[in-house]
């Protein structure tokens, strides 16, 4: 299946545009996207096959913030899980602000 995320800054209530995302699985760098104009990255991936394994999306919300003229107590926020069911879509949103973030298995 695939892998997605979104990205939603909570201190401008909109979504976070432009946002470097890395993804690596079983400790392999496989891409990097920049998150698009609604704060998503729709098929991290790229096409490839889902396999099972440990994943890590890191966020580059420093140059996020920075480009805001913003002040932010993260550089990265690595964000690692595991894929064991190849035949579902994950989706793994981040909910972000300049001191504090969330993220939850999504549908």
Known sequence: ??????????????????IRVTISRDGAE??????????RCGDLLEGAALEPGTY??????ASYFAERSGETFYDKIPVAFIITDTTRHYHVPLLLSPFGYSTYRGS
């Open 56 to 61: 890590q999306l890191v966020f580059d919300v």
């Open 30 to 39: 496989i891409c990097t996207q920049a998150t698009d104009d609604d704060g």
């Open 1 to 18: 299946m695939s892998l997605s995320t979104h990205v939603l800054d909570l201190e401008s209530g909109q979504p976070a545009k432009n």
